[in-house]
């Protein structure tokens, strides 16, 4: 198999990236309301994954999330956001923690549905979230993050291969990329996609290059720095193997 050659990712060469854009518009654009959206509905596991570990309480936890996303979207907590973060992904953390210490002060009793204005995010993306007697919030937020990291750099090979006509094959090796398949398994697979065990070995090291490219051009839209990648990358795996 053979794929085109595509631009590097690892370099400083990045198109202007979603929370850069936030950063210079603070939402007061259109621009800039439909990067924070964009950014808002990627993320919105972390922050559901942070408030189910802090309140014990799933429903409670879903309830804040939607009022917390309802108050960023508004334009109100991103104006705070400050350029020396860099990192939305630390941004979105202290937020959010903020957040909780008001509603904690306050007392506030939220109603399901009351006085919340609809925000459109999905609950299964949050999937089966770390326990909580485990991690601790942070730590939860942390790997919920690089989960959905990684969810969106396959989500974005995949339609990569759907466009060169290769997605069957992507779906068949797609347990070795996440490293849920068993390496002895190869074989089956290589023979079962037409191909000699060596040649999808190499296809699969290309696709493997492929989705770490992916994955840097996810992180990098998170990043108002374009050299912090690397960094973040491994923060990312340091949270997944928490």
Do not use: N
Request: aromatic residues 6%; glycine residues 8%.
């Amino acid at each position: 198999m053979t794929t085109e050659p595509r631009p590097a990712l690892d370099d400083a060469s990045f198109h202007t990236t979603r929370w850069t854009r936030v950063c210079l518009a603070k939402a007061d654009s259109d621009d800039g309301r439909k990067a924070l959206a964009d950014l808002c509905a990627a993320y919105y596991a972390p922050v559901m994954a942070f408030l189910r570990c802090e309140l014990r309480d799933a429903e409670a936890a879903r309830e804040l999330s939607h009022a917390f996303f309802a108050g960023m979207l508004a334009g109100g907590t991103i104006r705070t956001a400050e350029e020396e973060r860099g990192r939305f992904r630390s941004y979105l953390l202290g937020a959010v923690k903020h957040f909780l210490s008001h509603h904690r002060a306050a007392a506030l009793r939220m109603k399901r549905g009351g006085g919340v204005v609809p925000v459109p995010m999905d609950d299964e993306a949050v999937g089966a979230l770390p326990d909580p007697r485990q991690l601790s919030p942070d730590a939860a937020f942390d790997r919920q993050w690089a989960l959905t990291v990684l969810s969106r750099g396959l989500d974005a090979l995949r339609a990569e291969c759907r466009d060169e006509g290769r997605e069957d094959f992507f779906e068949r090796v797609k347990p070795l990329l996440t490293g849920d398949g068993e390496h002895g398994g190869q074989a089956e697979i290589a023979e079962a996609c037409g191909m000699g065990l060596e040649a999808f070995r190499m296809a699969m090291h290309r696709l493997k290059k492929r989705l770490r490219q992916c994955v840097k051009a996810e992180v990098a839209g998170t990043l108002d720095d374009p050299t912090r990648v690397q960094e973040e990358m491994e923060a990312l795996f340091a949270a997944l193997g928490s």
